[in-house]
Structures are given as C-alpha cells and as structure tokens.
C-alpha cells in the first residue's frame, strides 16, 4: 500500500541530517552539560521500572483487557503515576482521554461444510478456521458464497500486482489469500525480500478485499508468514470497533466475513479443488497472476451483539518553554488480551509483563526524568514532549489511531514518534535492533547515541513478521510523521548473539500472548529496561532541544505531503 505522500527526503537528507544531529548534540550537551542529564536520569531507577512492571503485569490487572475491571486499575495506576511525576493532563483537567468502542461479542458454528468438486468437506471452528466480523449487524448470513484464490490478496501497482485482475460479480465471493506477501521466501528483493511489506499484513488484505466490493477474506495462516502461532490467529469471540460518533450506528463498518485457514485445513481444501497449494503459492509470486474460481462455495452464519462503552488513553506532557506547539510522542501501549480461550499448564491469564508492561514502565520513567531535567533546569524544553499510553493496541491499535485524529498538540508539528513495545527482561544488550530499519534519519540519530553506549545498531532480523506495521507508531506514519520503533534484543550483552536467538525464538512460541508472559521476581532483570530508558532519553532530549526534524528515506511509504 502507497500512501504517495510528497516525498521530502533523501539519501543525502539522511546522511546530512545525521551530521547536523552530531554539531547539535554537541552544542546542546556543551550547554546544557552531561551531568545535569544524568542526574536527571538517576531518578529513573531499575527498583521503579520493577514495580510497575509487577503492579501492571499482577494477576490483579487481569491481563489488562479493555473494558474489564483489571484494565481500570492499570489505567487508573497509570494516570496516578503520570500525577504523581507532574505531567500536565491531555485536557487540563484528566490524563484519561475516552475512547468510543463497539465491543462485540461474536458467534459462529462450530462446524462449517465446504462444498468442493470433489464433495463436501466438514471443517471446525477454532482447529481449522477463526471467522470474525467488524460490521455491525446482528446477523450476516451468507448462502453459497463463492470461493476463489486470489494469490496474496494484493493490489500494487508499483509492483505490477493486481491479484484481483479481472475480477467480475464479487459481492457474494470470499477470496482465499496466502498471508504474506510475494517476497517472502522467494530469495529475491522483490517486494522486499523477506521483510514484510505493509501488503502483507493481514489488515492490509482485509482492507483491499473492501475496497473489491468482497463478501469475506480468508487468509491461509503459517508460522512463518503471519509471525505469530495459530493460537493468536485463532483469536476470542469479543471484537471491538472505534465508534465516530459515541453509538453503534456511527462506527466503521468494512468487510462482512474475515477470518483465517489453517495451512492444513487449506491445503486439503485446495486439494479437493483441484489444485496443489505449493504449486498455486509459486504462481501466486508472479505480476501476471490472475484470480480463479475455485469451484466450490459455504454457508456461514455470523451472530453479533454490540455494547457502546468507552477506554482510556494515558495521556500527560511537559510543556515546551515559550508556548510552541511542536511536539514528540512518546508511546507505549498498556493494553493487553486478557485471558487465553484454552489454558496452558492451568493458567489462562495473559499478564503481558513484556508486552507492554515493561514498555509502559520505560515510558512513566522517562516522563519521571524529563520532569527532574525541568526542575534541574528551571525552565522547559523547545518542544513539548507527550507520554501517550494508547489503549486497544492489541485490537486494532484505536486508541492511537484516536489520539492521532485527536492530539493534544497539532499532528503536522509533531516532530517524531517514539514507540516501544515488547521489551525482554534478558538484561542489558550490545545491540539496538530497529524494526522498519532504513524508514527515516531516526535510525542514524540512534546509531549516534548507542555508540555512546557502547551498543550498535542492526536491522530486525525477524523482519518478515512485518512489526513495523503491528504496533502504535503506525497511524501516526500514515499521517507522514517519522517513527522509531526500536529495542535492545539479538545480541545479549551477558550471554551473547546465540542465547539471544534462542530466546526470541522461544518468545515467539511459548511467550507471545500467552500466559507465560508473566513477571518471575526472582530472575527478571532489569538493567537492559534502565538502558533503554537511557537511550531514548537522550534521543528525545536532542530532538525536543533542537530544530532538527527527522525525515523519512526514499523507499518510506510514508512522507509527509
């Protein structure tokens, strides 16, 4: 997906921007001196970042889901701790900024039965697909729905893609599309290679399959190309929708049936069609692609109800001197998914200790450090500085989409975003790792400060599940502001690169939304979280002390117009 902002950057921006940022830190610490930041920062300690963590990562939190008891008292800390530090609330008055949700509880059988050329083929809900819906209506009803594959769902022209070539009569056809998208395994750098361009991610083809004028998408699930288990693809019965207009009736509507195959279940579907899938993924790959009916049709029923109710965002900011309107946002979700739909080992509740509640902690602490930097001080910074804890990451990332169409300061003069999200308890590391590796300047203001560290930067390595898309920076870059979307994480500072590998490729298997994403006060540490906290202190510093405005590089989707 092209955005076609006006592109304002360059490689020579970056380089030159780079350059600029290095005259600037040294003026800047010339005046304001390297010991005043750090006495600054020795009010962000590793015992705070504990507590936090714990308190928002309890089993008293409940997996912080919105709209449960346990996400108004992670909210409710939140506001506490950002009153408690000084922040001025978002409105004056309140750190909490509601936003207006739909929340649906949805129903659909248990067995679906496909019709194929080959006969019928009974399929079952939760082992073999996950079907969900954000159009409110009570009941979707869909009878005979045509199936058809339409390759990876994709439409780019910049590419020569269109996997909807030629397509006639959709309203009752659900396309079946690989996730992903055509780069992925194909070991080339079309469409980037192996790292996930936003057509790949799952939101993208549901979007695309609107705009088509479909009835449904089902995306054929793996591993390796979604970046995540089935277990979070095969999500909950509730959905939320952000509600414009505080009911029901005003909030976004799109495509009726969405949902997700498992790689089995659509690999015998394809078989029974006729076709072998590996075979169809190879063909999928090419420009010239075009979508074919497959033959076969469903009957699924869809059965929603819908509760109007409201969610918070954390908001609080330090105030530039001199009444400027140019901004940073410093953003960490505190939202989570609750509890799991099958224990693991006698435990459904998903505490989100590293996701996000270390990143929340990161967050409160900094704003804990720029407010001693003003007392130290006596005065404010050049640009204000926003700590936004956005609430419904985990479900569609509305409560930063919110705040970006409704900002405390005007979104065309906020100069860059600072997102954190999935933070590791591992301790300290050698590496900074940025996802989105190569988007804007930001990546060598970062290089800049880690080396002060004694760190270095690297690109993502697991690029390929497209989190540069999957967290809450991203509906500020559709509004073309620069994001940094970054962590210490594949080189561990104590045991090293290999350790590291294992233990992300663990993260991703038996941690991510599971329950085993939980505080262990015994081994947990710290010291990697407090570098962070460092870090992005330093970059934040420089970037609200400065005129600098970071730039987006020319294969970014997303300059500013």
């Known amino acids: 997906m092209k955005h076609h902002f006006q592109a304002s950057s360059s490689n020579f921006a970056g380089t030159f921007c780079a350059s600029v940022f290095l005259f600037c830190t040294s003026i800047v610490l010339s005046s304001c001196g390297e010991g005043q930041l750090s006495k600054a920062l020795s009010v962000a300690t590793e015992q705070n970042l504990r507590q936090h963590v714990e308190y928002l990562a309890s089993d008293e939190c409940d997996g912080r889901l919105p709209l449960s008891a346990g996400a108004e008292l992670a909210a409710d800390y939140i506001a506490a701790q950002m009153d408690s530090i000084g922040l001025v609330p978002f409105d004056g008055s309140s750190f909490k900024q509601q936003v207006g949700l739909v929340k649906m509880s949805i129903e659909v059988q248990d067995f679906i039965t496909v019709k194929t050329p080959s006969g019928p083929m009974k399929i079952a809900n939760h082992d073999d697909f996950s079907l969900f819906t954000h159009t409110l ?45 055509p780069g992925l395994g194909s070991g080339t750098d079309y469409f980037s290679g192996d790292t996930m361009t936003y057509y790949g991610r799952w939101t993208y083809k549901f979007e695309e399959g609107a705009r088509q004028g479909l009835k ?34 005003s909030a976004e509507c799109d495509i009726p049936v969405k949902g997700w195959l498992t790689n089995d279940c659509a690999r015998q579907l394809l078989s029974k069609c006729g076709y072998d899938m ?32 409201q969610s918070p965002n954390i908001v609080g900011y330090i105030p530039a001197e001199g009444g400027s309107d140019e901004n940073i946002v410093c953003i960490a979700h505190w939202d989570h998914i609750g509890h799991t739909r099958v224990p693991i080992n006698g435990d459904d509740i998903v505490n989100g200790a590293t996701d996000n509640a270390t990143a929340v902690a990161w967050l409160l602490e900094t704003a804990r450090a ?54 590791p308890l591992w301790g300290e590391n050698n590496d900074v790792t940025i996802t989105g590796w190569g988007y804007s300047n930001l990546d060598s203001m970062v290089s800049v400060l880690a080396q002060q560290q004694g760190r270095y930067i690297m690109a993502d390595p697991d690029s390929y599940n497209g989190m540069f898309y999957r967290s809450d920076h ?20 104590v045991h090293g690169k290999e350790w590291a590998t294992e233990k992300i490729a663990d993260y991703w298997a038996n941690v991510y939304h599971k329950p085993g994403d939980e505080v262990h006060p015994e081994s947990d540490d710290y010291s990697g979280l407090k570098q962070e906290v460092d870090l992005f202190f330093h970059l934040i510093y420089q970037l609200a002390s400065t005129d600098i405005w970071p ?11």
């Not at 594959?149 to 396309?175: C, H, M, Q, S, W």
Request: charged share 30%; proline share 4%.
């Open 137 to 181: 209506e009570e009941e979707i009803d869909v009878k005979g729905a045509e199936l058809f594959f339409a390759g990876y769902g994709i439409v780019a022209p910049e590419y020569g893609k269109d996997d909807y070539r030629g397509l006639e009569n959709p309203e009752n056809k659900i396309a079946i599309v690989i996730v992903n998208d």
């Open 216 to 249: 449904g998408v089902l995306i054929i699930h793996d591993d390796w190309g979604a970046g995540y288990s089935w277990s979070v693809a095969g999500a909950s019965k509730e959905r939320y929708v952000l509600d414009k207009g505080g009911n029901s009736s």
């Open 278 to 309: 590996d075979e169809l993924i190879a063909q999928a790959r090419k420009s010239d692609f075009k979508p074919f009916d497959l033959k076969a049709s469903l009957d699924v029923k869809i059965n929603s109800t819908f509760n109007s109710a």
């Open 370 to 423: 720029f407010k001693e930097l003003e007392k130290l001080q006596g005065r404010g910074l050049k640009r204000n500085i926003v700590f936004l804890a956005p609430t419904c990451e985990e479900v569609g990332m509305y409560g930063s989409e919110y705040y970006a169409s409704h900002p405390v300061f005007p979104i065309e003069k906020t100069v860059a975003v600072v997102n954190l999200d999935v933070l």
């Open 474 to 493: 991203l509906p500020f870059m559709r509004r073309g502001v620069p994001a940094i979307f970054a962590k210490g994480w594949s080189d561990n500072r």
């Open 551 to 561: 730039q987006w590089s020319e294969k970014s989707e997303f300059q500013r117009k």
